[in-house]
T-cell receptor, first 114, second 112 residues
Framework: ETGVTQSPTHLIKTRGQQVTLRCSSQ?????VSWYQQALGQGPQFIFQ???????GRGNFPPRFSGLQFPNYSSELNVNALELDDSALYLC?????????????FGPGTRLTVT | KQEVTQIPAALSVPEGENLVLNCSFT??????LQWFRQDPGKGLTSLLL?????REQTSGRLNASLDKSSGRSTLYIAASQPGDSATYLC???????????FGGGTRLMVKP
């Protein structure tokens, strides 16, 4: 069983640019959640996708957007990058939505905005 | 709004010590609580998941307890080893289950 994978591993962007991060969910999982982890802090929930629809969103501005595809892989898009967007971006997949289902995390994408 | 706090923020112990990491949360309406391990610059590895109806879970040298009514969880690590050095995060799942709220983590160093 393949675990959660994310690409790219590292990324450097300039303020004002746009970025797309990708996540492949674990086999059999239909739900993907995205988290932002600033240095030295715990992860913060960005949003969740369930069967290609957004299913909950944290306190992030609209320039953070996402997609989920029919194979349940997902993208996180961030427009108009700001310096504070520099962080480790984690995705997690689960068998379904709801607290019963454990979330399995990928290795993350380290984004640096200069 | 749920808030999760972890104490201490950092901990340094000699190898072989038993230790306790603490996690508290403000809203007891949780579905489950998870403890994770994170190595520097890496993703999260799930250690233990406790459903809200459970009191504790054990895995090897790790034991996690949950007191939902008081909003507390502890992670007990027995006979600590240098390989246990990492950041430990606790997270609670709300009843809707579509998000985890994390604490700030405890950075553990076990010295040989």
């Amino acid at each position: 069983e393949t675990g959660v994978t994310q690409s790219p591993t590292h990324l450097i962007k300039t303020r004002g640019q746009q970025v797309t991060l990708r996540c492949s969910s674990q086999s059999g999982h239909n739900t993907v959640s995205w988290y932002q982890q600033a240095l030295g802090q715990g992860p913060q929930f960005i949003f969740q996708y369930y069967r290609e629809e957004e299913n909950g969103r944290g306190n992030f501005p609209p320039r953070f957007s996402g997609l989920q595809f029919p194979n349940y892989s997902s993208e996180l898009n961030v427009n108009a990058l700001e310096l504070d967007d520099s962080a480790l971006y984690l995705c997690a997949s689960s068998h379904g939505t709801g607290g019963f289902y454990e979330q399995y995390f990928g290795p993350g994408t380290r984004l640096t905005v200069t | 709004k749920q808030e999760v706090t972890q104490i201490p923020a950092a901990l340094s112990v000699p190898e072989g010590e038993n230790l306790v990491l603490n996690c508290s949360f403000t809203d007891s309406a949780i579905y489950n609580l998870q403890w994770f391990r994170q190595d520097p610059g890496k993703g999260l590895t799930s250690l233990l998941l406790i459903q809200s109806s459970q009191r504790e879970q054990t895995s090897g040298r790790l034991n996690a307890s949950l007191d939902k009514s008081s909003g507390r969880s502890t992670l007990y690590i027995a006979a600590s080893q240098p390989g246990d050095s990492a950041t430990y995060l606790c997270a609670v799942s709300d009843n809707a289950g579509n998000m985890l709220t994390f604490g700030g983590g405890t950075r553990l160093m076990v010295k040989p």
